[in-house]
């Protein structure tokens, strides 16, 4: 999924691709573990798409949290 695709998504969205991107890339781990995975690169991917995804939510916490001062 394009970076613009996921900026697209809302927040309850992105949780959930989270939540997916994490269960596969556990999947896949497991899969290396035992030798059966096929397509080494996917882990590479994956992991790439939830900094992608973890980045996004923590840009938009950033954005609602007021600026940082004494004032």
């Given at each position: ?5 996921m ?13 997916d991107?994490?269960?596969?890339f ?9 030798k059966?995975?096929?397509n ?32």
């Amino acid at each position: 999924m394009k970076i613009s695709e996921m900026r697209g998504m809302n927040d309850a969205e992105l949780g959930k691709h989270l939540a997916d991107l994490e269960k596969e890339f556990f999947t896949l781990r497991l899969q290396l573990a035992t030798k059966k995975l096929a397509n080494f690169n996917r882990i590479t991917v994956v992991k790439r798409e939830i900094a992608q995804v973890k980045t996004i939510l923590r840009e938009r916490e950033i954005a609602v949290l007021p600026p940082a001062g004494g004032e």
